[in-house]
């Protein structure tokens, strides 16, 4: 399992301390930038970049460059060469659909966080057999939301959840305050067409109402750029 003495551990407890994974679909260094750009206006230093296009490893490549304090990590990495690809191009956390033994073991052999994708207790007991407790859940919305992590903590105690699919703005509060979940991970920060749109501003401005979602009452230390009161997802 991750310590928090090692690079892995300590980017399990910086993804923790934000609370908030931005799940991006980006193309190319150029979008990787600007991308890495409108998050840490918005106050949220952290990006998990998806390889759904082809142009991927090289935005991950463009955010460890141009903004080495953004904790950015690759998406949808379903084989070990793909491991290899992004933490070669700087990727400091591998992100799973769903549990595969050669990719935890080849991102372990990496050094770098995993979090595979479980969905079922069976899954929860694979993972833990690799040595994960921090987990993406993933379709959070689908296998049952909050009431299923609540389901799956009473055997599995110690295993950490980052709830996927579905969470949004209007919902990321009912996941959060989940003793269980570590962080929530969503596309709705950095929406496809925003990115589109080229609409790094709109980016910014729903990362900072997030983060002010995230944010546990009276920790406020005020909005960062772009930060909005309105209520969307
Ligand atoms: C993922 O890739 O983890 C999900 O597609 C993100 O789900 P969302 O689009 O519902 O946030």
Redesign the pocket.
Known sequence: MSSPSTPAGDVVAALGAHRLVP?VVVDGADEGACLADALVAGGLPVA?I?LRTAGGVDAIRAVARTQPDVVVGA??VTTADQVDAVVDAGARFV?S?GLSPAVVRRAQDRDVAVLP?VATPSEIMAALDLGIDVM?L??A?VVGGPAAIKAFSAPFPDVRFVP?????AANLADYLGLDPVLAV????MVDKSLVAQGDWAEITRRTAEAVALAEPPGTSTGAPTGASTSKES
């Open positions: 799940v998990e998806t998406g949808t992100v659909p994708g993406k993933f379709p919305s996927t699919g579905g969470v949004g991970g969503g596309s709705w």
